[in-house]
């Protein structure tokens, strides 16, 4: 038996029927079922894919090194620092503004501390 008449034999015996020339006549439509869907030619659509991915996709492959890439990485978060002081000794207006934030903060705590004392004195 091969897998069709398997397939139909189960079939047959979750019915609860077993009648052969039954089995023989489902097993024989299965067999025309699948004899017309091999006759039909199947269209695959061909996949869509945007022209600068196959242009990426035919170039040949890099042999380039990360450290070309991406130059030499800092070694450390401390060494960075170094390196960005070390460029300009000047304040930029990023800086000045955050300085003035904290002022302006240390500014705000005390006003409310010494309220908070003036209040613990009354």
């Given at each position: 038996?091969?897998?069709l008449e398997n397939l139909?034999?189960?079939?047959?015996?979750?019915d609860g029927s077993i009648d052969t020339e039954e089995f023989k006549s489902q097993l024989a439509e299965m067999r025309t079922q699948v004899a017309k869907l091999v006759e039909k030619s199947v269209q695959v659509p061909t996949p869509i894919m945007p022209d600068s991915l196959m242009q990426m996709l035919n170039q040949e492959p890099s042999t380039q090194s990360i450290d070309d890439l991406w130059g030499e990485l800092p070694k450390s978060k401390s060494d960075k620092r170094?390196?960005?002081?070390?460029?300009?000794d000047e304040k930029i207006p990023a800086d000045l503004s955050r300085e003035q934030r904290r002022q302006e903060k240390k500014a705000r705590k005390a006003s409310r501390k010494a309220a908070r004392e003036k209040e613990a004195i009354e």
């Open positions: 038996m091969d897998g139909v034999q189960d079939r047959c015996q979750v170094k390196h960005i002081t070390e460029e300009s």
